[in-house]
Structure formats: C-alpha cells, structure tokens
C-alpha cells in the first residue's frame, strides 16, 4: 500500500497494492502492521459499517463531539465525492475542507482522523461505502453541520440539489457547531 499525505495535516489517501488479471483482482484492504508502520497510527478499529446509497445522495457533515471517531472509509460500489472538515480549533487547518473522489475502480481509502466532519456524495447510480471506526456509534453524541454552509463553502459536485435525510436537512452552522479544542 502506498501513503499520500493529503493538503491537509493527518488526512491521508490510501492506494492498495492491487494484483489483477483477466480473472478479477486481490488486494489488502487493510493490515493492521503494514499500517501502522507506513502511518505511524496505532489505532484500533471497533466497529466496521456499509451503507448503500441512490446516486445524488450527500450524508454528512457527521461526526461525534464526545468518544470522536477516526475513520477508515471507501467504495466497493460505485463513487462517492468524500469530504472530511477540520473542526480541530488548535489546528492550524481548523475550518477548512478537503474533498476527493473514491470509488470501486480506483479502490482509494481515505482516513478521516477523529476531530474532522465527514460526509459524502453518490456521484455514480449507487455507491456502497464501507467504514471502520476508532470508536463506536454513540448517538447521544452525534453532531452534523449542514452540507452546504457559506462559511466552509465546500465545491461538492453536484449537477442537482442533493438528496439529504431530514435529520442532515437540521444540520447546524459551522459557526454554531459544537467543536473541538
């Protein structure tokens, strides 16, 4: 597996090792030491998620102010426009964005540290999107901000207003969102 440090601190792109031949492919999407030697992350992974989604689709900005979860995240299905934000105020990237694409064919990962929002967009017909976390669901705790606030103005490519739960519809401001020290 290769490491690319993304333009923002702690956020990185994972490009596997693929093997493949005209029989399908192989690769590891996940070991644990391969990890933790080319990331220096000691992490632990407790919980595992898939969610499927129509095309159109955006779920986000989640994450939990208490127990804050670091997420290992890709697409076996389809492609997503993924997008993880800063909520991290020592941090000197606190409030900004950073988004890329992933998707079953370029079987990038994306690891989302714990202090960042994370959300995304079905960019193709219908996206499967599986998730490891650091720590475990704990909604009591869960918090979103709206997908679309002026101030993060994230570029999502959408051609049409999105497809957004009612509950990520009550999204709060980045302005009034509970954040991180």
């Known amino acids: 597996m290769q490491i690319i440090p993304a333009s923002i601190p702690d956020i990185l792109i994972i490009e596997p090792k693929v093997f493949g031949d005209d029989r399908g492919f192989f690769f590891e999407s996940f070991n644990e030491r391969s990890w933790c030697n080319l ?5 632990s992974f407790v919980q595992h998620n898939h969610s499927r989604s129509a095309g ?9 102010i208490q127990h804050p979860q ?13 997008v993880a934000v ?16 992933l998707s079953a064919e370029n079987k990038r990962q994306l690891w989302v540290p714990a202090g960042f929002a994370h959300g995304f967009c079905v960019t193709s ?10 720590e475990y669901y704990a909604p009591e705790h869960e918090r979103c901000i709206a997908w679309n606030d002026p101030d993060l103005d994230i570029s999502w490519p959408l051609t049409s207003e999105p497809n957004v739960s009612p509950k990520d519809r009550q999204g709060r401001s980045f302005k009034d969102a509970d954040l991180f020290p």
């Open 39 to 43: 990331t220096g992350l000691d992490v």
């Open 56 to 64: 159109g689709v955006l779920r986000g900005l989640h994450y939990q």
């Open 70 to 82: 670091g997420k290992l995240v890709r697409v076996v299905v389809g492609e997503v426009y993924d």
């Open 86 to 101: 800063d909520l991290r105020q020592s941090s000197p990237s606190f409030g900004r964005w950073y988004g890329t694409r």
């Open 125 to 134: 017909d219908v996206a499967e999107f599986l998730y490891l976390t650091t």
